[in-house]
């Protein structure tokens, strides 16, 4: 397999994901409260937000790639 049709098959992929899932959620442990032996945490969820546009271009070039890679073969 050549190596444009591997990077564009990684891209389809990515910009399925990306459209797929708009954007990359995490999870970060907060202290909230350390007074002696008392811990106390709190879980903040937070959103990387993915604009569709990354997604779609990501996808028409893993197209484009797969596409011309297997004209040349």
């Known amino acids: 397999m ?8 990684v891209l389809i ?4 994901l990306a459209l797929a899932y708009q ?4 999870t970060t442990h907060k202290k909230v409260l350390d007074v002696g032996p008392i ?9 990387i ?5 990354i ?7 893993g197209l484009v790639l797969v596409l011309a890679d297997g004209r040349h073969s």
Do not use: C, F, Q, W
């Open 23 to 26: 954007g990359i959620t995490y």
């Open 13 to 16: 992929v990515l910009g399925a």
């Open 55 to 61: 997604g779609g271009v990501a996808l028409i070039v």
């Open 49 to 53: 937000p993915l604009p569709p546009i």
């Open 39 to 47: 811990h106390a945490t709190a879980d903040e969820r937070k959103t």
């Open 2 to 9: 050549r190596s444009g049709t591997v990077l564009g098959i």
